[in-house]
């Protein structure tokens, strides 16, 4: 009797364990398999990123597995000092960012601060290197420089870095930088493909040493004659030890662009830990028109 005891014992205990190895299996699995969360925070008076973006999230959820959500500046674009929602940037495994001269209450930039200092990833589209606008000896100034802090681009337009353009009549060309046409993040990119955005310029002290610089553009009808190539794409390390993405594209023509929308989807797995998709679910429709310049609406 006592070894039937001790046998069914030791079948009860290999039963708990097989059970416990199972349940914790599943639960890996499902932890694994978690459809990462992009929360796209947009806000700018020029480039429709508040129409583009959704476009692109919804392609996101369609094809390729993600879960979005989708916060704009209120009551529209022009609207510097509200982008409601963003305590959202908790959940966010992403945060991607398109935002043009805000200046965002401190509550709301807490939200974004709070999001930088978890060193989780970020994706972030052209204006974004001049995101914030706040006046000299404003308590939130340092923010102006939120692109140089996040992505390692110029610390806002203008200034000590001469952040500048090359004229709204130009485009520009793209090329892939030869040391990166392996780089995962090109698949399927092509090595060179026309945009409608004219040229950032963001050379000579641009990006941040230790960035990958991964695409070249050419300006085509510069308004400068003197202008010069500068890249337009780049991933690094930031100041917070985030993992990012960044492009000074961003037009809303651009968006229209097979490659430039490949790109941004391996981007997006990328930049969320996935594997970059072997299938490519085919071109997106975005038609977004240019809005043009709209003047800021603080004085």
């Not at 404003?138 to 420089?145: I, V």
């Not at 390390?237 to 651009?254: I, L, Q, R, V």
Request: net charge positive; charged share 20%.
């Amino acid at each position: 009797m006592k070894k039937l005891y001790v046998l069914k014992q030791g079948i009860f205990c290999l039963l708990f364990i097989l059970l416990t190895m199972v349940g914790y299996s599943q639960s890996s699995k499902i932890k694994t398999n978690k459809k990462p969360l992009v929360v796209f925070v947009a806000g700018d008076h020029e480039y429709g990123g508040e129409s583009t973006l959704p476009i692109i999230a919804a392609e996101l959820e369609k094809n390729y597995g993600f879960r979005t959500k989708i916060l704009k500046s209120f009551p529209d674009q022009n609207s510097e000092e509200n982008i409601p929602g963003l305590e959202a940037l908790k959940e966010a495994d992403v945060a991607v960012f398109f935002l043009r001269w805000r200046r965002l209450p401190a509550d709301q930039m807490q939200h974004i601060e709070d999001y930088l200092k978890t060193g989780k990833p970020l994706v972030g589209f052209r204006t974004t290197t001049h995101a914030f606008n706040y006046p000299k000896g404003h308590p939130l100034q340092k923010w102006n420089a939120f692109g140089e802090i996040a992505f390692n681009s110029p610390p806002g337009w203008g200034g000590v870095a001469k952040h500048t353009h090359y004229g709204h009549e130009s485009s520009t060309d793209v090329n892939i930088i030869k040391s990166e046409a392996n780089n995962e993040l090109l698949t399927g990119v092509g090595d060179n493909f026309h945009v409608r955005s004219w040229l950032y310029q963001v050379l000579p002290s641009y990006p941040i040493k230790g960035s990958v610089l991964l695409m070249n553009g050419h300006s085509i009808n510069p308004a400068d004659k003197k202008a010069y190539d500068n890249p337009v794409t780049w991933t690094g390390t930031n100041s917070y030890g985030a993992k990012f993405f960044f492009t000074t594209m961003g037009h809303p023509e651009d968006f229209d662009q097979e490659p430039f929308q490949h790109l941004v989807i391996n981007a997006m797995h990328w930049i969320a830990g996935k594997k970059i998709p072997k299938n490519w679910a085919g071109k997106i429709n975005i038609n977004v028109p240019y809005r043009g310049i709209v003047s800021s609406t603080i004085k």
